[in-house]
């Protein structure tokens, strides 16, 4: 075949799914944005770990957009080939569908390399950075992020507190209540301060008030110029979490079917994107006379059905329905059968309007024959592997 024909295919594949890929990246990442935004309002993120957060999230955002962006940029460059009759010059000189097929894998094989060293390493580093920095974020930071003009609880001394201004410094012109054993007691402030000690205490400091104690006769104003409350910190469990460890931790750790859930969660994710442009090509071949929505409509419900069943296989594997093996052979043999399927058409267009009226066709009959045995095979391959 000739080598230039190769070469315009592989280009219009590549930059299709170069374009595909920066739109939705950027719609991703601006959802990712405006969300982290909004804690950064509410008082849930501390403002300054903003960018800090939205940089590890980079690698969660490429583990949706490359492989969705590969199969609709394969779909849409197959389609827009075919209707120019690129793809029956094509023919022509000797390019069939295997070529086709092999040419768009090209891409997807680097991008399955990159993906596959995403999930091992590059998303483990940023669950790692964003476990850390809310690990991590101290009760001086917490309390940075309490508003001014609106009444802010402290769970941890079982108390609240009104300011009227705020700077970077604390809270000024403080009216604060605070519960404790023995009594309840209201003091004003000129400000408040929180602070964090490297030993495992908070601190709350109000400067400059006067402070209602109860006794007997009443209440007791006391005047101070610093008043300090501490309070132990508050320390998280130390958990196992598969989404932190990279593929050297998940090898070298004892073997459960967990940790062999998450390795092979974490390859299917590469190998989908080989197996969806087994599904791309032949689709859009095939689906060329249905218009350009109607094949990415049908696309994406099979690659999200897809991408969906490869995201959730791990709730199959740790209710201990099947072993983790079988959930991955499963899955992936099912949409590597559908490529088949397509591709064994061969030249035949998929109709949408006339599928009802072509059902009972022999062709049809003897493609749904085979698809039913091969589901039979399949399920009994799980319960027997089940019952062992």
């Known amino acids: 075949m000739p080598k230039i024909i190769v070469l315009y295919i592989l280009k219009q594949v590549s930059k299709t799914i170069f374009v595909t890929f920066l739109i939705l990246f950027g719609i991703l990442f601006l959802n990712e944005s405006i969300q982290f935004l909004e804690k950064a309002s509410r008082g849930e993120l501390y403002p300054e770990l903003l960018l800090l957060v939205l940089l590890f999230s980079l690698p969660s955002i490429l583990e949706v957009a490359v492989p969705i962006s590969v199969f609709l940029g394969v779909l849409i460059s197959i389609y827009n080939l075919n209707k120019t009759n690129e793809i029956s010059f094509a023919y022509q000189v000797g390019l069939g569908s295997k070529g086709l097929i092999f040419i768009s894998s090209i891409p997807a094989l680097f991008l399955s390399i990159f993906v596959a060293f995403n999930s091992f390493y590059l998303m483990p580093l940023s669950n790692s950075n964003l476990s850390f920095l809310s690990d991590t974020q101290k009760f001086s930071d917490t309390f940075k992020l309490m508003g001014e003009g609106k009444i802010n609880k402290i769970p941890d001394l079982d108390g609240i507190f009104y300011a009227e201004k705020a700077s970077d410094r604390g809270f000024q012109g403080v009216f604060a209540n605070f519960n404790s054993v023995d009594a309840d007691l209201v003091l004003s402030a000129s400000e408040v301060l929180g602070k964090s000690s490297e030993e495992n205490m908070n601190q709350l400091i109000f400067e400059n008030g006067n402070m209602l104690v109860p006794s007997d006769q009443g209440y007791m104003d006391l005047e101070f110029k610093e008043l300090s409350f501490l309070f132990p910190k508050k320390i998280k469990p130390i958990e196992k ?147 062992k």
């Open 241 to 387: 979490k598969l989404e932190l460890m990279t593929l050297n931790s998940l090898i070298t750790n004892e073997k459960d079917s967990l940790l062999a859930g998450e390795i092979l969660k974490r390859l299917s994710m590469a190998l989908m994107l080989i197996i969806s442009v087994l599904l791309a090509v032949p689709l859009s071949l095939r689906m060329a006379n249905n218009g350009r929505f109607a094949l990415i409509l049908i696309g994406l419900v099979i690659f999200l059905s897809y991408y969906g069943l490869v995201i959730g296989q791990k709730a199959l594997v740790s209710d201990a329905i099947f072993t983790p093996l079988q959930v991955f052979l499963l899955i992936h043999s099912i949409y590597l059968s559908t490529a088949f399927l397509f591709y064994s058409l061969e030249r035949t267009s998929i109709d949408l309007g006339s599928v009802i009226a072509n059902k009972f066709s022999k062709n049809w009959i003897m493609q749904l024959f085979i698809l039913m045995i091969l589901v039979y095979v399949l399920i009994n391959f799980i319960y027997l592997g089940t019952a």
